[in-house]
């Protein structure tokens, strides 16, 4: 049994002791846990799917599915009016993917080795994505600056922006979701061999039926629903009660607990010497997450929560998602990498994550 599934006595945990009215922060702790396993379950069982429908169905079903965590944490986060929270956890998530997953990814694959080679073409054009994402999603911030003469609190919850920026930010959204859709037809379609390398990563144990592959997917997202409608309802005392900001809580503490088990996958993949797959799911998901889960939530909070979600980023957000993207393409114009490179992108997770904890 892989890891990730010993954590799932803190699902009935979590939701008894919410029942109960227990400390929010012990809630919050114990529903963070329990998101883990629900979406280790959810990316087996759309594993399982892939494997059974051909590369191109398959691969539509893991980029569909992929970031499906994230995805529901942010809708129960948005309509609560948490626009901040959300926004903190899918730069966290971006950051997370670039710098944490692909730092312990190379470390995994370079100890004692050299070098470690790479499709260069595959992880610059996800690397050149994610730069266009970068852009999108910086320029209403740079927008408001401009206008505006200030961006949003590290502390702030929702702001009013107004609505130029509301529309600014529903255009980028627009123009994101293009570039999206045209990246699937070049990763699944026209360029699929570059994105589908041999030796991919299988299932482990026995293979599932699609019959069970369906079910367990619907219950994996029924539970990742209730944890994560649990987790965001806790998030104001337990950031209050440890005496971290809800900033802090949403792009660390949300951020990876909602990647666990993909960043799991990665380092694994990369330990078996499959770089190529650990650099396009790091890489790979960061772009998912900017051009489609991003612009999802920005049109879904014209709909959904108190009022619109313009993005635009806090200070903090703007410097290290500019940084993170630069480093991203950086480290994969040469096409192959070695522990220290794995080094280094830990620490530059860190230094981020220490200006979030003092912010």
């Keep these: 049994m892989a890891w990730p599934y010993w954590l799932s006595p803190f ?22 846990l329990g998101v883990i396993p629900t979406a280790a379950m959810m990316g087996r069982a759309t594993e399982e799917l892939a494997a059974r429908s051909g590369p191109g169905i398959g691969g539509l079903l893991n980029v569909t599915f992929g970031n499906a965590p994230e995805l529901i ?15 903190a956890s899918l730069i966290g998530s971006i950051l997370g993917n670039i710098l944490l997953v692909l730092g312990f990814a190379m470390i995994a694959v370079g100890w004692g080795r050299d070098r470690q080679q790479f499709n260069r073409t595959a992880a610059s054009a996800q690397s050149s994505m994610l730069l266009l994402a970068a852009a999108a999603l910086t320029m209403p911030a740079v927008f408001q600056l401009v206008s505006h003469g200030g961006l949003p609190s590290p502390h702030a919850e929702i702001r009013d922006f107004g609505p130029r920026v509301e529309h600014l930010s529903l255009a980028m959204a627009i123009v994101m979701l293009f570039v999206y859709v045209s990246g699937l037809v070049f990763s699944l379609r026209t360029h699929r061999d570059l994105f589908n390398p041999e030796g991919g990563h299988e299932p482990e144990g026995d293979p599932w039926s699609v019959k069970r592959s369906v079910w367990v997917l619907a219950a994996a997202g ?9 987790l965001v ?4 005392h337990a950031a209050a009660s440890a005496g971290l900001s809800e900033f802090f809580i949403g792009a660390i503490v949300v951020a990876i607990v909602g990647n666990a088990a993909e960043h799991w996958v ?12 650990a650099v396009n799911i790091a890489i790979g998901s960061s772009a998912q997450i900017a051009l489609f889960v991003a612009p999802v939530l920005v049109l879904a909070s014209f709909f959904l929560g108190p009022s619109p979600m313009p993005f635009v980023l806090n200070g903090f957000e703007l410097a290290a998602v500019l940084i993170a993207v630069t480093i991203a393409n950086q480290v994969t114009q040469e096409g192959e990498s070695n522990w220290h490179e794995g080094v280094l992108l830990l620490a530059v997770y860190v230094v981020f994550g220490l200006a979030f904890a003092f912010a």
């Design 11 to 32: 699902i009935p945990a979590a939701v008894i002791l919410r029942l109960l009215d227990v400390d929010p922060t012990v809630v919050f702790f114990l529903s963070a």
């Design 233 to 236: 309802g806790s998030i104001h």
């Design 266 to 277: 990665a380092v694994l993949v990369a330990r078996k010497d499959q770089m190529d797959l």
């Design 73 to 87: 944490i942010a809708l129960f986060a948005l309509g609560k009016g948490l626009h901040e929270v959300v926004k």
């Design 222 to 230: 029924l539970l990742v629903g209730v944890m994560s409608e649990i």
